[in-house]
């Protein structure tokens, strides 16, 4: 037995664009191209929405997966809907199939379900085979997001802070707040294990307002204790498009009572660009309340100067990915370089990132770059030893052997 879920791509927008009596009709049409294509040897349901299934017992049919290749092909073709005054409308489709036996028929259309929702996530308008190991992720997806809630809840996590120092000086001027995860039976749970699953849940939002609040509280207090440093918090994608980051970040400044000077939201490139002109202007109501901005992992995506200059930026921070090829390669050297001069030339603070070793460090001197954080200076710290750290290294000039051999 073998059944496909077919789910039309981008069906909302032909509803918001020519309203439901259009979307309706493509519905039908789906409907009659499905039932004439198959005929008699398979069984087509509309499932709700713009959802439709296939069951075969693969009797007529042999290879579902072919089965599915013509679905997909037969359904790209423009329908012609009379609501539509005449102008063909393009659809694609994601099918997700399943096959084999099941304890029971809900079980085969959840795994169907799981390949589709694969389908999805690949791009669209393709079609998946359901995997048993697709079902184990989605288990083990859902115990982390409840494990995610429990976490928050009952304070599992907590802050470290990597120092961003002065390259010319060596002095400690900001830290970096990252979020560390403490979990009871695991211990700590790499970042890249979990964060992932606060964007994709939607619990960032949460979680990043509590970040934001415990980082403006801890700098204030560093503050009363005489280190005048800087704090950046990183922002997702997500916390930018719900419209919630201003007024998050005036409410964790009001709490704190913190110098909106001293906070710098980080965002990455990718994300800048994701809708250059709404970001500006979310960006711009960041710099009214008085926070800086920073670009983070600067040169790996793709903005553009012409829209780099419409962004209310302070901050470029050069990706660590540059910084290690500098001292490898005459073209990761110039790159670098390139950087550094673009930040000069439009009045912005450059920081490196992932500096390691002595000689990355001279050479950067050496380029003019401004700040740099990385574990030649100090790997993210708690917030007791990064401020036994700031008073370490208050007095701190810049060592002779960091320069750059001539």
């Known amino acids: ?28 049409e789906v409907a009659n191209r499905l039932s004439r294509l198959l005929g008699a040897t398979c069984t087509v349901g509309h499932t709700g929405g713009d959802e439709f299934v296939v069951l075969t017992d693969r009797g007529p049919v042999d290879d579902p997966e072919q089965l599915a290749r013509t679905l997909l092909e037969a359904l790209t073709v423009p329908y012609r809907v009379k609501s539509a005054a ?11 199939v399943a096959t084999g036996l099941r304890a029971s028929a809900s079980h085969l259309l959840r795994d169907a ?26 288990v083990d997806r859902f ?3 409840n494990e995610l809630h429990t976490a928050l809840r009952h304070g599992q996590f907590f802050l470290v802070y990597q120092p ?31 964060i992932p699953t606060l964007e994709s849940s939607g619990m960032i939002i949460e979680v990043g307002r509590w970040v934001l609040s415990e980082a403006c509280h801890q700098t204030r207090l560093w503050h009363d204790a005489g280190h005048l440093v800087s704090v950046s918090v990183n922002a997702s994608a997500l916390q930018f498009e719900t419209g919630d980051l201003v007024q998050d970040v005036k409410s964790a400044l009001d709490r704190s009572g913190m110098d909106p000077h001293s906070l710098v939201i980080e965002i990455t490139e990718s994300v800048l660009m994701r809708d250059p002109t709404a970001m500006a202007g979310r960006l711009r109501d960041l710099k009214q309340a008085g926070v800086r901005i920073a670009i983070d992992d600067f040169g790996t995506g793709y903005s553009s100067m012409a829209y780099l200059r ?22 990761g050297a110039a790159l670098v370089h390139t950087l550094v001069q673009l930040g000069k ?21 050496m380029e003019g770059c401004d700040d740099g954080q990385g574990f030649y200076y100090a790997r993210p710290l708690e917030a007791q030893d990064a401020g036994a750290f700031m008073a370490e290294k208050a007095g701190a000039v810049a060592p002779k052997t960091a320069s750059a051999p001539r």
């Open 1 to 28: 037995m073998a059944l496909l879920v077919i789910d039309l791509d981008g069906f909302r927008d032909v509803n918001d664009a020519f309203g439901h009596d259009v979307g309706d009709e493509l519905l039908q």
């Open 86 to 96: 005449g102008a063909p409308l393009s659809m694609t489709a994601s099918i997700g």
């Open 113 to 138: 379900d799981i390949a589709l929702y694969e389908a999805k996530a690949a791009g669209k308008n393709r079609f998946v085979v359901f995997r048993p190991e697709m079902h184990t992720a989605v």
């Open 143 to 145: 115990d982390l997001e």
């Open 164 to 194: 961003i120092f002065d390259l010319q000086n060596m002095r400690t001027k900001a830290v970096e707040a990252l979020l560390r995860w403490r979990h009871p039976t695991r211990g700590i749970v790499p970042p890249m294990e979990f």
């Open 310 to 331: 419409q962004f209310p930026v302070d901050v470029l921070k050069i990706d660590r990915s540059f910084v290690s090829d500098m001292t490898d390669s005459s073209e």
């Open 345 to 365: 030339a439009l009045g912005l603070a450059t920081v490196a990132e992932g500096i390691e070793d002595e000689l990355q460090l001279g050479r950067l001197r």
